[in-house]
């Protein structure tokens, strides 16, 4: 009878029955989640699974290999890939040194949307968590209503802007120059795309900073930038490599932008892994499947080695 009432009136042993139960709830509520995300994404899981094997096979994949059918590992798509030899029967030949440049088109690009996008950030975040100026609610508030415009709906009046920039960059510069400045301006409209969010992300992690700790600095004779270089850039570095490891997936990853800006000569792995697969009569599909993979590798190797910093820069949250 004492038990049951001090169970009731909430006593040590009422605390711990109830931290079980809500543990057990958690876990059963944890398992749930995890099994129907498990099963959501298990198509999409078996599907790059078949990619993965194809690129190592000596036929294209359709089901994974059974004993007996004939389906061999090789390394000879990989050798094919780099070679270039993905269509030659549609007259497409590509040498190593077309295969390296394609490669490296693709880095420029993914390293440059990352170079704007975290400077582009950085400093609107601090100057939105830190100054107080006109119109500055009104601002942010157009800042992510930008944020909503898919990058499709936006392509028409991009490309009107960059048809019209061409004019001016030919004469001033020439028109070897343009292949150049087709990349450079890729960059810049791609990371447009990708600024407006990122602004609001740094703005939470500067936001988590007590002003404190700037003004102590400010009050010893430092300037504003000293401090935001040297004090608050250190302190907001989860932020900012999440801000750099999205940025360049959205680079690398890229089809539309690159399709349409880029020099039909500069060509990315993805514009790349396009023209083979358009001519699927031609092109030998498990040689495809290996641009493929090639293609995933960065996507992968940065979410398994990025999880935890992703989920503390998710968790740094956006303050108003």
Do not use: C
């Not at 009731?8 to 711990?16: C, D, K, L, V, Y």
């Not at 079980?20 to 498990?38: H, K, Q, Y």
């Not at 007590?210 to 250190?234: H, K, M, N, Q, Y």
């Not at 190797?301 to 990025?306: E, G, L, Q």
Request: charged share 15%.
């Amino acid at each position: 009878m004492a038990l049951r009432l001090r169970l009731r009136r909430g006593g040590p042993a009422g605390e711990a029955a109830g931290a079980d139960v809500e543990t057990l709830e958690r876990r059963r509520l944890n398992l749930v989640l995890g099994l129907a995300v498990g099963l959501g994404l298990a198509p999409v899981l078996y599907l790059y699974l078949l990619l993965v094997l194809s690129s190592f096979s000596n036929t294209m994949l359709t089901s994974l290999p059974l004993p007996g059918s004939g389906v061999e590992l090789t390394l000879r798509n990989w050798e094919m890939l780099f070679r270039g030899q993905v269509a030659p029967a549609a007259g497409k030949i590509y040498t190593t040194r077309d295969i390296v440049l394609i490669i490296l088109n693709t880095l420029v690009v993914a390293l440059g949307v990352t170079a704007v996008v975290v400077a582009a950030s950085v400093m609107a975040g601090y100057a939105f968590s830190r100054l107080r100026f006109r119109w500055r609610r009104g601002l942010m508030e157009f800042i992510i209503l930008l944020h909503a415009f898919p990058g499709v709906a936006l392509i028409i009046a991009v490309y009107a802007v960059y048809v019209w920039s061409l004019g001016p960059v030919r004469e001033l510069l020439g028109r070897d120059s343009l292949a150049a400045y087709s990349v450079f301006y890729t960059v810049l409209a791609r990371a447009s795309l990708e600024i407006p969010m990122s602004i609001w992300l740094m703005k939470g992690f500067f936001d988590r900073i007590p002003w404190e700790v700037e003004w102590s600095a400010l009050i010893d004779g430092a300037s504003r930038f000293t401090v935001w270089r040297r004090i608050l850039l250190p302190q907001v570095k989860p932020g900012i490599a999440a801000l750099a490891i999205f940025a360049f997936l959205a680079g690398w990853e890229d089809l539309i932008y690159v399709r349409v800006f880029l020099y039909p000569q500069v060509k990315t792995l993805a514009t790349f892994i396009e023209e083979s697969v358009a001519g699927l009569e031609t092109a030998y599909l498990p040689v495809v499947a290996a641009a493929g993979t090639l293609y995933l590798i960065p996507t992968i190797v940065f979410f398994i080695a990025t999880q935890r910093l992703l989920l503390e820069a998710m968790s740094g949250g956006v303050k108003g």
